[in-house]
């Protein structure tokens, strides 16, 4: 047949090189042509389907898909790769590059506005209605956590919705709450509660059939019975909301705060405003994940009447209409404005093998970069930059051998990378590597429990990486047998508190894990919290509620309000660290042995996470043999942990003292 005889015609002119097989696409290309360098393809599923065809074995070098400089906007569809898509080994991978490295082809998830198509509104504003001028008719929605909407982008850095204060590190603080008391008709306020909600999500999405849309977890602590009080008054003397009210868009109202602790944010609706008692009506479908309380801060956005400040945008949902506010002169002309529109993965792999991806550029995207998922193995997401995500940049679920290096991952909504491998059960590793990655500015749209590498699992490796500027967390998760080595983390938990760089808590079966070689500076919560009291402390290294079987060594903690808090629990080693500079060096309690002690007590929530994982199991029994008898060996008490070999010096605060130990008496 004609197809027939087009299929042969393209193989006959695939150019074999001493690397193996190789395409290319441009964006100047057809995918008509044979894909050489001078006859490009137009797009990358195009390459795909024709290398799905080449007879296999594929020779040594595997094929090789380069991308010539130039915009990629793979919008129609999701660029998919399945298992018909993998390499046949190491020595014989399929692999997607940058024909120019040095100037890497980049794919977005956006569309760019005509400069032309901005028209001027008044004053400084601009405006454009992404309807007409774009065909787009699927703005995504605000939600209370996660992100699938619509950003604006300019010059490839995030702006800002519409908000008031203006400034990031600017508040409001409710006047007065009707409920002052958080844990009242609320489950146990914790940290680690909320670690254990994001990890059970992530397995849970791990072990299912997962589309190429990822959603963070919509963290809830409430139960099926409480009737959370959903109003505040606000301050007089901070804001008058009067002029809010005469705009045309003024039931798009939202606030993000910290409505109760420094460690838990997300966004609350407004369903309207009573001037007479200054107060805030919040809908019933978005009500604060812990109950409004007196002083806790927040901000209001996404409102036409907000937008008064360089950078910061509005987009109508409805109508489609975006005004903006450039931050520079020379608008619209000598720049370039960018809207997220896609919402999902530009490179979704699924039960794919001996695949590659390296020296891409990913951007503006209202969900995640690359999603990795399903039975994938030996996958490499090298060299790569990916920015602008509305969730995060990376997110392996899953794979297994795979490596994930030298990539620069800024500004996520959410995460940068998030990597689950690993049979917990049978303690079988995942062996996969994250290293040598640059990590900053993520958490710009969920704050909290978003961090630069979230791990689950068993036997993962996170080593070298430069993770800094964060309002929570650098590292955070759960699992056994993990390697945190080499790593460099500087200038996160600057706005929670009770939050650590390192973070993982209220587990004793997640144990075997090992911090070691890495540097901790300037971790210190220098805007949070304003005037609220419940400041509270942010460690370097946090093992929160009994966490347990955690080695800590060779670490350097440089200038940290805490370098490591040990939270009551068992056989965990801190030896030979260095501590230099902290308001604290070390914190060590017996939290299990007074106001946590239904914890660990028999039938607690430790026992449980421990019979789930069948910790009496041959496997388990080998590999952590103290665990066996756990409940008949002081099970709340702080016992077989090792302190040794550690230097300090220059505590900030006058501290005389290496380490803050909260008395234990055993009965």
Same mark, same amino acid.
């Given at each position: 047949s ?5 299929f042969v015609?393209i ?5 074999i090189s001493?690397?193996g @097989?190789e ?6 290309g057809?995918?008509?042509n044979p894909?050489t360098?001078?006859?490009p393809f ?6 795909r389907?024709v ?8 020779p040594?070098g595997g094929?090789?898909v380069?991308?010539?400089p130039g915009n990629y906007? +793979?919008?129609v569809s999701v ?10 080994s190491p020595?014989?991978?399929?692999t997607y590059t940058s024909?120019n490295?040095s100037?890497?082809?980049r ?6 506005i005509p400069?032309?198509?901005?028209t001027?509104y008044?004053n400084?504003i ?5 309807k007409?001028?774009?065909?787009i008719?699927?703005?995504?929605e605000i939600t =209370?956590r996660?992100a699938?909407?619509t950003?604006?982008?300019f ?9 008031? +204060?203006n400034?990031?590190?600017e508040w409001?603080?409710?006047a007065?709450?009707?409920?002052s008391?958080p ?6 306020p914790?940290?680690?509660t909320?670690?254990n909600?994001r990890l059970?999500?992530?397995e849970?999405?791990s072990?299912s059939?997962l ?9 809830q602590?409430?139960s099926?019975t409480?009737?959370p009080?959903l ?6 003397? *901070?804001?008058?909301p ?6 045309n868009s #003024? ?5 993000k705060?910290?409505w109760s602790?420094?460690?838990m944010d997300?966004?609350v609706?407004v369903s309207s405003?009573?001037l007479?008692? #200054?107060?805030f009506?919040v809908?019933p479908s ?9 002083h806790?801060r ?5 409102l036409l009447s907000?937008l ?7 987009l109508?949902?409805s109508s ?7 931050p520079?002169s ?10 997220s529109t896609f919402p ?5 792999l699924s039960?794919?093998?001996?695949l ?5 550029f ?7 970069a ?8 030996n996958?490499v997401i =090298?060299?790569n930059?990916v ?5 995060s940049g990376?997110?392996s679920?899953g794979?297994t051998?795979s490596l994930l290096?030298n990539n620069?991952l800024?500004n996520?909504?959410s995460?940068?990378?998030i990597v689950s ?7 079988i590793?995942?062996?996969?590597l994250v290293t040598?990655?640059?990590?900053h500015s ?8 978003e ?6 699992g068993?036997?993962n490796?996170?080593?070298y990486n430069?993770?800094?500027?964060a +309002?929570?967390?650098a590292?955070?998760g ?15 938990c600057?706005?929670t508190s009770?939050? !650590?760089?390192?973070?993982?808590g209220?587990?004793?079966s ?6 070691e070689s ?9 805007l949070?919290c304003?005037?609220?009291?419940q400041r ?6 946090y093992l929160d509620? *009994? ?5 800590i060594k060779g670490? *350097?903690?440089k200038?940290n #309000?805490?370098g490591?808090?040990? !939270?009551?629990?068992r ?8 501590f ?7 914190n060590?309690d017996?939290? !299990?042995?007074?106001? *946590?002690?239904?914890a660990c ?7 449980k996470? @421990?019979e789930?994982?069948?910790?009496k199991?041959a496997?388990w029994?080998?590999e952590?043999?103290?665990l066996?008898?756990?409940m008949?060996?002081? +099970?709340?008490?702080?016992v077989y942990?090792?302190?040794?070999g550690?230097k300090?010096?220059?505590a900030r !605060? ?8 909260t008395e234990?008496v055993v009965?």
């Open positions: 004609g197809a027939l005889l087009a015609v193989l006959l002119v695939i150019v001493s690397n @097989l395409f290319h696409i441009s964006t100047t057809s995918d008509s894909g360098l001078n006859k137009a797009s990358i599923a195009k390459a389907d290398i799905r065809g080449i007879k296999r074995p594929l040594h094929v090789t380069y991308l010539a906007y +793979p919008n660029v998919q790769f399945s298992h018909a898509d993998s390499g046949d020595s014989s991978p399929i024909l490295p100037r890497p082809a794919i977005l998830g956006g569309l760019t400069p032309h198509a901005w001027h008044n400084q601009y405006h454009v209605n992404l007409k001028v774009l065909g008719t699927d703005f995504g =209370q996660g699938n909407r950003e604006l982008f010059n490839d850095k995030p702006m800002t919705l519409a908000r008031y +204060p400034h990031p590190n409001l603080y409710i007065n709450a009707a409920s008391q844990t009242k008709h609320f489950k146990t914790s940290p680690s909320h670690l909600y059970q999500q992530l849970q999405q072990n059939n589309q190429s849309n990822f959603n963070p977890i919509q963290i602590s409430r099926q409480d009737a009080i109003q505040f008054q606000y301050n007089t003397s *901070q804001v008058n009067s002029h809010w009210l005469n705009s #003024h039931s798009d109202l939202w606030l705060g910290y602790w420094n460690w997300n966004n609706h405003i009573d007479n008692s #200054h107060t009506h809908s978005t009500p604060p994940s812990y109950p409004f309380s007196t806790s927040f901000y209001a956005f996404n907000l008064d400040s360089p950078s910061e945008y509005y109508n949902r489609g209409d975006l005004y903006f506010y450039p520079s020379g608008f619209p002309f000598s720049s370039e404005s960018t809207v999902y993965a530009l490179f979704s039960s794919v093998s001996y590659h991806v390296s020296n891409l990913f951007s503006a995207v209202k969900t995640n690359i999603l990795i998922q399903g039975q994938s193995n996958i =090298q060299n930059t920015i602008n995500c509305g969730q990376i997110v679920m794979a051998n290096a620069v800024y996520q909504g995460s940068a990378i491998a690993g049979d917990i059960k049978n303690l590793p995942g062996n996969n040598r990655n640059t990590i993520y958490s710009r749209l969920d704050r909290c429990y961090p630069g590498v979230l791990w689950l068993v036997g490796n996170v080593t430069n993770i800094f500027n +309002p929570h967390n590292i955070l759960g699992g056994n047998n993990h390697m945190f080595y080499g790593n460099s983390i500087s200038n996160v600057y706005e009770d939050a !650590g760089a390192w973070y993982s209220r587990s004793w997640e144990r075997g894990n090992k911090i890495n540097t901790f500076t300037n971790v210190n919560n220098s949070c304003g005037p609220f009291s509270g402390l942010v460690q370097a290294v509620d *009994q966490l347990s079987g955690v080695e670490n *350097q903690f200038d #309000h805490v490591i808090l040990v !939270g009551g629990g056989r965990n080693e801190v030896i030979g660290n260095e230099e500079g902290n308001e604290a060096n070390v060590f017996n939290r !299990g042995m007074n106001w *946590q002690k239904a007590a028999a039938g607690g929530i430790l026992e996470g @421990l789930e994982v069948g910790y199991s496997v029994r080998k952590y043999p103290e066996a008898n756990i008949s060996d002081y +099970p709340c008490v702080p942990n090792v302190f040794e550690n300090w010096c220059s !605060g006058g501290s005389k003292t290496f380490m803050d130990v234990a009965e």
